[in-house]
């Protein structure tokens, strides 16, 4: 898969992307995101960069990125470690 759709001004990210990236199931991907524990990030470029487009995916202590062009061909994937944000106190 080469592609992203766009949505409006964002974009609908199949859930296989993100279950090839992070190892897991489709199933385990949906619930992820609605327990929030697998969260994205979505920016516009600038200058150089405009009419592309970075998608940040992270989700226990791993990143993936994607980057993409305006109608949503992906340019590039990486994937790397990050450091997990603090849990919020009760």
């Given at each position: ?17 993100l ?12 619930l ?20 592309r487009?970075?998608?940040?995916f ?33």
């Amino acid at each position: 898969m080469n592609r992203i759709e766009r949505d409006g001004e964002g974009f609908v990210i199949p859930a296989v992307l993100l279950a090839e990236a992070f190892r897991m199931t489709e199933d385990d991907v949906r619930l992820a995101m609605r327990e929030g524990t697998l969260t994205s990030l979505c920016e516009a470029g600038e200058g150089e960069d405009a009419g592309r487009w970075r998608l940040t995916f992270r989700h226990a202590g791993r990143a993936c990125r994607f980057t993409l062009d305006g109608a949503g061909a992906i340019l590039s994937t990486s994937r790397f470690p990050v450091r997990s944000p603090p849990r919020a106190s009760a």
